[in-house]
Structures are given as C-alpha cells and as structure tokens.
C-alpha cells in the first residue's frame, strides 16, 4: 500500500515505562517487550515521506507526507509523536501519531543528520553534522534544553538500551562521546584515529550490547574503511575485536546506486534477545549474521545495496532499508531468507522500531 491514506490512533491511559521505544534495546533491560504494538519507521532520504509498517501483519499502516529530506526518527515515551530529522528545514518535525500530521519544526543551530530518545530521561538527542554539536530537546516542552559541544560534525546519536547515555559519532573527526542523560554532562570521550594501507576511520552507525544487569557492556561500530564491525569495551573504551566476514563471503551480487561511501558496512543491529548480530554490506549487497557472543558466522543474506537494519522486539525478523531499490525488506532471522518485499520512497536507508506502551490501540481506519 504506496498511496498515502489517513487515518487516526486510538491512544489511552497511556503506560510510562521507560523502554517506550528505542532504535535499540535488549531483554535485559525490561525483560522481553513481545507483548507491546510495535511500529517500524522507513525514512526515504531522497524524498519527502516516511513509511509505517505494523511488523505484527506485516502491513503497511501508515503514511507520513511533508516530511522534506528526512533523516533520523524517534518516537515520544508516551506513544504521541514521531520525531524526524529535517535536513532541508534544518529541524526536528514532530508528527502525531494520530493524524500523521506535522504540528510543529523545531528549529536547529544547524544540518542535523540522525536522532535517538532516552526514554528514562524524556529527552531526544540530534546529531548536527553541520557543526560540532549535539542538541538535546526534551520531550515535554519541546524545548532545546542542552548544546553538547563535540570534536567535529556528529553523523549519528544513539541511546543506550537502559536509557542512561546518549552516544554521538562522528565521521570527520573519528570521534565517539558518551553523554549522561540525566545531567547532560559528557561521560567519556575517546577516538578511532584514521590510518591507510588498508584505510579505515570515521564512525558510522552504532549498537550496544549489554549485561545481564541490562547495563551496556560494549560498543559495536560500523567503522570507514571496514567491512564488518568493531566491538569497543563501554567501561575501558579499548577495541577488543574486529569481526569481518570470511574471505569467502565477499563476493559482490550486483551494483549499488550511490557507492560504498568509504564504509563498505553502514547498519548494525543486536537482536533484543542478544543472541545474534547483523551487519549491513554496501560492498556485497547483502547482510551477514554472527552469533553472540562468540561472533561465529553464521551466514549471509541477499538483500541489494542494503542500508540500515532493525529488530522486532520477539528477535524473529530483521528489516532493512534497500536504498538502490527503494524497498523495504524482511528477512527471517531463523530461516536466513527474505520473507518480504515493500515499495517505499525514494532512496530508503535508516529505519527504526517504535515500541509503543502496552495498552496503545494501534491505527483506527
């Protein structure tokens, strides 16, 4: 279903738990969310539109215009609006979920590119990639709140599963800083310095593994240069592996529409149950899976120029954003298949899991 349509959401007594969405979350936090509506969010970076899909149906379910060159998207804690990155307008567009209507811009010091949400401290965190900046905007008033400065541009903001931090990285600086969300006040900072022959530097996405306690255990970084992932330790900031795929598993299927962008991987994503990580490759057109916490490969999957990839909450399907096809993809996590295929807009590439609190109605026609 491409044609945009309208229709409104029934939200009532709406539950405040602090896991209400996140781009990335895990079981350890609050145990497993397979019992929340979730949504999935498909931005088109070259057209003005979002996609929402229920991933329960497998159904598209929702279609938000007037959304200009839109990049990152969030979601509120309570489950009343999305919250998108505006690249052309230089602002956050915040969107009811009931009527997919933009209510208001708010206004950034600059280009943003993506943006994340801790629930725990009701706050959304944008990347300025224009400037050395993170600007925090709380949920409430709608209010700038905090101007995090940064070592350079910041490409992505991710928020750890617990909702304790807010992670920026940067790709001209190479630079990772760890922000506390309840005071705003820089944690840690470190760096991935550039080197060549073989070249790698510059971070892109972002996932966080956890303990058992649901505290972040490590950093897992699409790195420039780097086809695979490295995994940084959170408490000492040191690398402690680099995976890649076997040599074997590198051969290219066909062609992607906007190159590799000097980072061959750029999506990565742990399943909320822990049990395996997924990794996009713009250099192969296809996504690889490893267990965890061993890192055995387990397999790849054709996907064509894949983007971005996200969860549902039961761990069951991944869902990737396929910029050169302007699709959306399903793959079967078991089965290590594509299930599904959806036509978006144009240039598709980061997408998002919306978990929504547990007594939300969901779409009414």
Known sequence: MKTPFYC????TGLCSLPAAAQTYYADTVDGP????PTRILQTNSAGTDVFVFDPETMEQVGYIPNLPHNHGATVHADGT??????EHEQTVDVVNTQTFEVEERIQLANGPHNLSASMRARKVYV????EPLIQVIDMDSHEIVANIETGGGVHNTFVTPDGRYAVGGMIGASEIIAI??????VAWEMSIPYTQNPFTGGVRPIAFTTNPDGSTRSLLINVGGWHGFWEVDWDSQEVINRISPPDDAWNRTDQTADGIQSAPSHGIVVLPDQSQVWHSSRATSHIYGYSFPDYEYLGRVYIGNPAWLTATNDSKHIWVGVASHNETAVVDVEAMEVIKRFPVGQAP???????MPSDWQGEAQ
């Open 127 to 130: 990347a300025i990639i224009a």
């Open 180 to 185: 506390d969300t309840e005071t705003d006040e």
């Open 349 to 355: 590439k980061r997408i998002f899991t919306a978990i």
């Open 81 to 86: 609006h999305y919250y998108f990155t505006n």
């Open 8 to 11: 409104i959401l029934i939200l």
């Open 33 to 36: 969310l397979t019992d929340r």
